[in-house]
Protein backbone atom coordinates (compact mmCIF):
# COMPACT_ATOMS: atom_id res chain seq x y z
CA UNK A 1 0.00 0.00 0.00
CA UNK A 2 0.91 3.74 -0.58
CA UNK A 3 3.30 4.86 2.18
CA UNK A 4 3.44 8.62 4.05
CA UNK A 5 4.31 11.22 0.87
CA UNK A 6 5.16 15.12 1.63
CA UNK A 7 5.69 17.65 -0.87
CA UNK A 8 7.62 19.11 -2.04
CA UNK A 9 10.65 16.92 -1.70
CA UNK A 10 13.02 20.61 -2.21
CA UNK A 11 12.28 23.59 -1.09
CA UNK A 12 14.42 26.42 -1.79
CA UNK A 13 13.40 29.96 0.14
CA UNK A 14 14.88 33.55 0.54
CA UNK A 15 15.30 34.46 4.32
CA UNK A 16 12.21 35.96 5.17
CA UNK A 17 9.94 33.94 2.89
CA UNK A 18 6.99 31.60 4.39
CA UNK A 19 6.85 27.90 3.40
CA UNK A 20 4.63 25.28 3.56
CA UNK A 21 5.14 21.59 3.67
CA UNK A 22 2.72 19.16 3.26
CA UNK A 23 2.25 15.33 4.63
CA UNK A 24 0.03 12.85 3.63
CA UNK A 25 0.44 9.77 6.23
CA UNK A 26 -1.40 6.53 5.41
CA UNK A 27 -4.82 6.25 4.94
CA UNK A 28 -6.24 5.77 8.33
CA UNK A 29 -3.69 6.52 10.99
CA UNK A 30 -4.52 8.39 13.52
CA UNK A 31 -1.08 9.49 14.63
CA UNK A 32 0.45 12.12 13.25
CA UNK A 33 4.35 13.37 13.46
CA UNK A 34 6.86 16.15 12.48
CA UNK A 35 10.19 15.73 12.92
CA UNK A 36 13.81 18.24 11.86
CA UNK A 37 16.39 16.43 10.76
CA UNK A 38 19.53 18.63 10.70
CA UNK A 39 22.78 17.34 8.65
CA UNK A 40 24.49 14.50 10.14
CA UNK A 41 22.16 14.56 13.21
CA UNK A 42 18.85 12.42 14.62
CA UNK A 43 15.82 13.40 13.55
CA UNK A 44 14.04 16.09 16.60
CA UNK A 45 10.41 15.86 17.55
CA UNK A 46 8.50 18.71 16.50
CA UNK A 47 4.82 18.21 17.05
CA UNK A 48 2.49 15.26 17.97
CA UNK A 49 -1.39 15.28 16.31
CA UNK A 50 -4.01 12.56 17.19
CA UNK A 51 -6.33 12.62 14.37
CA UNK A 52 -7.44 16.57 13.90
CA UNK A 53 -6.26 17.43 17.76
CA UNK A 54 -2.66 18.91 18.62
CA UNK A 55 -1.75 17.12 21.59
CA UNK A 56 2.07 18.14 21.72
CA UNK A 57 3.64 20.79 20.32
CA UNK A 58 6.36 20.89 22.67
CA UNK A 59 9.45 20.63 20.19
CA UNK A 60 8.26 23.65 17.99
CA UNK A 61 11.27 25.71 18.20
CA UNK A 62 9.54 29.03 17.98
CA UNK A 63 6.28 30.71 17.34
CA UNK A 64 7.44 31.15 13.54
CA UNK A 65 6.59 27.38 13.40
CA UNK A 66 2.63 25.98 13.25
CA UNK A 67 1.43 22.85 12.17
CA UNK A 68 -2.01 21.53 11.11
CA UNK A 69 -4.27 18.76 10.75
CA UNK A 70 -7.96 20.61 10.42
CA UNK A 71 -9.62 16.95 9.14
CA UNK A 72 -7.51 14.46 10.92
CA UNK A 73 -5.87 13.02 7.71
CA UNK A 74 -3.35 15.88 5.95
CA UNK A 75 -1.20 17.95 7.64
CA UNK A 76 0.64 21.02 6.96
CA UNK A 77 3.36 22.30 8.28
CA UNK A 78 3.99 25.87 8.11
CA UNK A 79 7.41 28.14 8.62
CA UNK A 80 6.64 31.78 8.40
CA UNK A 81 9.67 34.25 7.87
CA UNK A 82 12.17 31.32 7.34
CA UNK A 83 15.90 31.75 8.74
CA UNK A 84 18.85 30.03 7.68
CA UNK A 85 18.72 27.73 10.75
CA UNK A 86 15.61 26.65 9.39
CA UNK A 87 17.64 24.61 7.08
CA UNK A 88 17.18 21.16 7.56
CA UNK A 89 15.21 18.12 6.33
CA UNK A 90 11.54 18.11 7.63
CA UNK A 91 10.10 14.73 8.32
CA UNK A 92 6.63 13.43 8.89
CA UNK A 93 5.98 10.47 10.64
CA UNK A 94 2.39 8.42 10.83
CA UNK A 95 1.00 5.62 13.30
CA UNK A 96 -2.01 3.73 14.18
CA UNK A 97 -2.35 5.09 17.43
CA UNK A 98 -4.39 2.76 19.86
CA UNK A 99 -6.91 0.54 18.98
CA UNK A 100 -8.84 -0.42 22.07
CA UNK A 101 -5.81 -2.19 24.44
CA UNK A 102 -3.26 -2.16 21.64
CA UNK A 103 -1.02 0.15 20.35
CA UNK A 104 1.01 0.60 17.78
CA UNK A 105 4.29 2.14 18.54
CA UNK A 106 5.93 1.86 15.04
CA UNK A 107 6.15 5.24 13.08
CA UNK A 108 6.04 5.11 9.21
CA UNK A 109 8.46 8.08 8.00
CA UNK A 110 8.22 9.91 4.79
CA UNK A 111 11.15 10.74 2.35
CA UNK A 112 11.13 14.39 3.49
CA UNK A 113 11.08 17.66 2.68
CA UNK A 114 15.06 19.30 1.91
CA UNK A 115 14.11 23.03 2.98
CA UNK A 116 17.51 25.38 1.92
CA UNK A 117 16.89 28.90 3.42
CA UNK A 118 19.08 31.41 1.78
CA UNK B 1 13.51 12.96 27.91
CA UNK B 2 16.51 12.40 27.56
CA UNK B 3 18.76 11.09 24.48
CA UNK B 4 19.98 8.25 23.56
CA UNK B 5 23.64 7.37 23.01
CA UNK B 6 25.62 5.23 20.07
CA UNK B 7 28.77 4.50 19.05
CA UNK B 8 29.49 7.06 15.79
CA UNK B 9 30.27 4.96 13.23
CA UNK B 10 31.10 1.26 12.89
CA UNK B 11 32.69 -0.83 9.74
CA UNK B 12 31.80 -4.26 9.44
CA UNK B 13 32.59 -6.81 6.44
CA UNK B 14 29.76 -8.88 4.51
CA UNK B 15 28.42 -11.64 5.87
CA UNK B 16 29.86 -10.83 9.61
CA UNK B 17 27.49 -10.10 12.64
CA UNK B 18 27.28 -6.95 13.70
CA UNK B 19 26.32 -5.56 17.27
CA UNK B 20 25.39 -1.87 18.14
CA UNK B 21 24.70 -0.73 21.35
CA UNK B 22 23.04 1.68 22.76
CA UNK B 23 22.68 3.64 25.96
CA UNK B 24 19.38 4.92 27.12
CA UNK B 25 20.09 5.69 31.24
CA UNK B 26 17.36 7.66 31.94
CA UNK B 27 14.48 5.65 29.87
CA UNK B 28 11.17 6.07 31.55
CA UNK B 29 9.10 3.35 32.60
CA UNK B 30 6.69 3.19 30.16
CA UNK B 31 9.11 3.49 27.23
CA UNK B 32 10.15 0.95 24.73
CA UNK B 33 13.06 0.91 23.12
CA UNK B 34 13.09 0.80 18.85
CA UNK B 35 15.51 0.57 16.31
CA UNK B 36 15.05 2.52 13.17
CA UNK B 37 17.22 2.38 9.59
CA UNK B 38 18.00 5.48 7.70
CA UNK B 39 19.21 5.39 4.07
CA UNK B 40 20.25 8.85 2.58
CA UNK B 41 17.97 10.99 1.13
CA UNK B 42 15.11 8.65 3.12
CA UNK B 43 13.18 8.88 6.38
CA UNK B 44 13.91 6.55 8.56
CA UNK B 45 12.61 2.67 8.92
CA UNK B 46 11.70 0.38 11.72
CA UNK B 47 13.59 -2.65 12.37
CA UNK B 48 12.68 -3.90 15.83
CA UNK B 49 10.58 -3.09 19.07
CA UNK B 50 11.45 -4.52 22.61
CA UNK B 51 10.17 -3.50 26.10
CA UNK B 52 13.12 -6.04 27.87
CA UNK B 53 14.14 -9.61 27.32
CA UNK B 54 15.38 -10.30 23.46
CA UNK B 55 13.14 -10.16 20.70
CA UNK B 56 13.52 -11.26 17.19
CA UNK B 57 12.48 -10.92 13.84
CA UNK B 58 13.29 -11.68 10.31
CA UNK B 59 16.17 -9.04 9.96
CA UNK B 60 17.43 -9.03 13.24
CA UNK B 61 17.86 -9.67 17.31
CA UNK B 62 17.19 -6.90 20.13
CA UNK B 63 18.49 -7.38 23.72
CA UNK B 64 17.41 -5.58 26.63
CA UNK B 65 19.22 -6.19 30.18
CA UNK B 66 16.92 -6.24 32.76
CA UNK B 67 17.93 -2.80 33.82
CA UNK B 68 17.05 -1.36 30.46
CA UNK B 69 19.18 1.46 30.28
CA UNK B 70 21.07 -0.31 27.26
CA UNK B 71 20.02 -2.20 23.87
CA UNK B 72 21.71 -4.22 21.48
CA UNK B 73 21.54 -4.39 17.90
CA UNK B 74 22.24 -7.62 16.11
CA UNK B 75 22.20 -7.90 12.68
CA UNK B 76 23.14 -11.17 11.28
CA UNK B 77 25.37 -11.64 8.14
CA UNK B 78 25.28 -8.12 6.87
CA UNK B 79 25.18 -7.31 3.47
CA UNK B 80 26.30 -4.22 1.76
CA UNK B 81 23.04 -3.03 1.43
CA UNK B 82 22.78 -2.66 5.84
CA UNK B 83 25.03 0.53 5.16
CA UNK B 84 23.14 2.87 6.90
CA UNK B 85 22.33 4.80 10.10
CA UNK B 86 21.03 3.13 12.55
CA UNK B 87 19.18 4.93 15.60
CA UNK B 88 17.61 3.50 18.75
CA UNK B 89 15.10 6.30 19.84
CA UNK B 90 13.12 5.99 23.27
CA UNK B 91 9.68 7.24 23.93
CA UNK B 92 6.37 6.12 23.38
CA UNK B 93 3.18 6.08 20.97
CA UNK B 94 3.26 10.05 21.22
CA UNK B 95 6.90 10.87 20.52
CA UNK B 96 10.36 9.47 19.75
CA UNK B 97 13.37 10.96 20.77
CA UNK B 98 16.38 10.16 18.64
CA UNK B 99 20.58 10.32 19.08
CA UNK B 100 22.41 11.16 16.75
CA UNK B 101 22.63 7.48 15.57
CA UNK B 102 25.71 5.11 14.94
CA UNK B 103 26.66 5.27 10.61
CA UNK B 104 27.48 1.16 9.74
CA UNK B 105 29.59 0.88 6.60
CA UNK B 106 29.93 -2.43 5.22
CA UNK B 107 32.87 -3.13 3.14
CA UNK B 108 32.91 -6.25 0.26
Known amino acids: GAGVSQSPRYKVAKRGQDVALRCDPISGHVSLFWYQQALGQGPEFLTYFQNEAQLDKSGLPSDRFFAERPEGSVSTLKIQRTQQEDSAVYLC????????????????FGPGTRLTVL | LAKTTQPISMDSYEGQEVNITCSHNNIATNDYITWYQQFPSQGPRFIIQGYKTKVTNEVASLFIPADRKSSTLSLPRVSLSDTAVYYC?????????FGAGTRLAVHP
Open chain 1, 93 to 108: ASSAGTSGRITYNEQF
Open chain 2, 89 to 97: PTGGYNKLI
